[in-house]
């Protein structure tokens, strides 16, 4: 069974990557898929939000990297999927996924959302945070793959 993880992945971080890894082991296919939404202010264009993704799942044979606009439910009939993935890290994501699961089974009743506890780990963990740090100059080592440090280094100071 192939399942579809939709995100906007700016960047990707190693919570992410957590989801990712349980799901390819689960699911036949996983396809991860980006928001493309040209309103919402992102730090890293799709293509390089593509590129890291590409690069930190490259192991991963049963996983695809792709871009989506407009709905997620029509993204998932065009591609023949109905499950969704989504990460839960904590009761306060709750609300908001709730809401979008409900959404997408209202807007296509054959679509279903499963959720995957995000590692304890990982549950403090968001993009917001990782360039939050980044920006200031702090350690983000812990939080994403080298690849994606070295991006945020380079966005946020030009360097190396
Ligand atoms: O990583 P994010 O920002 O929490 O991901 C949110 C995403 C991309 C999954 C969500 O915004 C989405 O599916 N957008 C596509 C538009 C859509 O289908 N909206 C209706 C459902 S609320």
Redesign the pocket.
């Known amino acids: 069974m192939a399942v579809i993880y939709?995100?906007?992945?700016?960047p990707v971080t190693y919570g992410h990557l957590d989801i990712i890894q349980r799901a390819s082991k689960k699911f036949d296919k996983v396809i991860v898929t980006?928001?493309d939404?040209p309103s919402?202010k992102a730090l890293f264009d799709v293509e390089k939000r593509l590129e890291l993704l590409k690069s930190t799942t490259k192991e991963l044979k049963n996983v695809e990297i792709d871009s989506?606009s407009?709905?997620?439910?029509?993204?998932a009939k065009k591609n023949d999927i109905s499950i969704?993935i989504?990460g839960l890290r904590a009761i306060s994501d709750f609300e908001?996924e709730f809401?979008?699961a409900h959404?997408?089974t209202m807007?296509d009743e054959d679509i279903e959302t499963v959720f995957l506890m995000t590692s304890n780990k990982y549950s403090f963990l968001s993009?917001s945070v990782v360039k939050e740090i980044s920006k200031f100059n702090g350690d983000v080592s812990k939080l994403v793959p080298e690849i994606v440090k070295y991006n945020l280094n380079k966005k946020f100071r030009g360097d190396i």
């Open positions: 939709p995100g906007s992945f700016d980006i928001l939404n919402k989506f407009g709905l997620l439910v029509d993204y969704i989504k908001y809401q979008m959404t997408n807007l993009s």
